[in-house]
């Protein structure tokens, strides 16, 4: 028997399946009724569009159909919402423009003739039903505006002290690297280098949180790979001061930076939905 044509329309972690009728989260079936799921096709299929009101009641009753249209619409788009995890006042997926329509807000991948995945119920989701590591931005919580700049901003002036510092005490840094690797000149070399790449890297974050200019987490996603590397390398700093503080804390230490970088991608993917949240 031939399979039916079909086009999955993926939006973050979710996909909905025209063939099948299922929308999927992380690859778990959700329940979802069949009007529900329509009219999420019909704003799937218009991402960023106004979909008025009249023309979901043209495709979802007949002319001859009677019906209290404005409670049935209300009820599917709120039965939509609760299955998304979505809101009318914080909106992520659906937006309410009044006397006007819906909007669906996200990105939409659109996907034809993917064979599909073998659908499992909720209690056999694992830690590995996400296709990435990285955290997607559906997945964050709303959090105060506030909070994610402030905590990105010391971020920006832990890693900027630790360049100017190092910069400062660089005799005393070097000697000790040269202790350490017997005069592998290159590894100073690098702390340098790296110290200069950094300094104007942080000091272009500190100015774009500070002054909340928009759009920067498309920007920062395009740095990530490069500060990523860098970050890591300095990670590694806390054994600079090992005879001070101990190796056990100067271990600890490093393992807490190794985990920044992950940190400062999720707080400017937070930064921004609380940014579009208070629009």
């Known amino acids: 028997m031939t399979e039916r044509p079909k086009t999955i329309f993926r939006f973050g972690v979710f996909e909905a399946d025209t063939n099948s009728g299922e929308l999927r989260k992380s690859g778990v079936r959700l329940r979802l009724q069949d ?39 209300n009820t599917i788009i709120n039965k939509l919402r609760e299955v998304l995890g979505d809101s009318a006042a914080n909106p992520r997926f659906i937006e309410t423009l009044a006397k006007r329509g819906y909007r669906f807000l996200p990105a939409v991948e659109i996907l034809g003739d993917v064979v599909p995945a073998p659908a499992r119920n909720s209690a056999d989701l694992s830690p590995t039903a996400s296709s ?16 994610v700049r402030v905590l990105f901003l010391l971020i920006q002036i832990m890693y900027l002290s630790f360049y100017v510092a190092a910069l400062a005490r660089l005799s005393a840094v070097a000697e000790l690297l040269d202790r350490w690797f017997g005069g592998a000149n290159w590894i100073t070399g690098i702390l340098i280098a790296s110290a200069a790449i950094g300094i104007p890297v942080r000091l272009y974050l500190l100015s774009y949180v500070s002054f909340d200019v928009k759009d920067l987490s498309r920007k920062f996603l395009r740095l990530f790979p490069a500060t990523f590397v860098l ?49």
Do not use: C
């Open 35 to 73: 009007q529900p799921f329509q009219v999420l096709l019909i704003l799937l299929q218009n991402p960023g569009q106004v979909i008025s009101r009249e023309e979901l009641r043209q495709k979802l009753w007949p002319s001859d159909t009677f019906v209290d249209f404005d409670h049935s619409l």
């Open 132 to 147: 990435s590591l990285l955290t997607h931005p559906d997945e964050l919580p709303d959090v105060p505006h506030g909070y």
């Open 231 to 279: 970050d890591e390398l300095w990670a590694l700093s806390p054994f600079l001061l090992a005879r001070q503080i101990g190796l056990g804390l100067a271990l600890a230490a490093t393992a807490a930076l190794i985990y920044v970088p992950f940190a400062q991608r999720t707080l400017v993917l937070m930064r921004d939905r609380s940014r579009k949240s208070t629009w």
